[in-house]
Nanobody, 120 residues
């Protein structure tokens, strides 16, 4: 069983930066396919970024050039470095993982989420 706990959310002004963390337990991140998703109030969940176990990453068009997904295998943590934040990035951000590759936006294990609020 993979357990995921997100942290690092908060409030920031437009143009600012935040780094989200997702601590994994029960499995090593180096062998997990992982992703970040977000859900804004009244909207559906959408994929933000994903990273294959081998390290190749995919990004949603709306975050390309602003967000970076990465893993720290030694600490067993997944990161999402967010810069150039916009008010429309306001959402609850979720970490996800799977031991089997099901594509960049499909996972079986999910964290509880961390809130990101960007003010204009």
């Amino acid at each position: 069983q993979v357990q995921l706990v997100e942290s690092g959310g908060g409030s920031v002004q437009a143009g600012g930066s935040l780094r989200l963390s997702c601590a994994a337990s029960g499995y090593t991140v180096s062998n997990l396919h992982m992703g970040w998703f977000r859900q804004a109030p009244g909207k559906g969940r959408e994929g933000v970024a994903s990273i294959y176990s081998g390290g190749s990453a995919s990004y949603a068009e709306f975050v390309k050039g602003r967000f970076t997904i990465s893993k720290d295998n030694a600490e067993n943590i997944l990161y999402l470095q967010m810069s150039g934040l916009k008010p429309e990035d306001t959402a609850t951000y979720f970490c996800a993982a799977d031991r089997v590759w099901r594509g960049p936006w499909t996972y079986n294990y999910w964290g509880q989420g961390t809130q990101v609020t960007v003010s204009s």
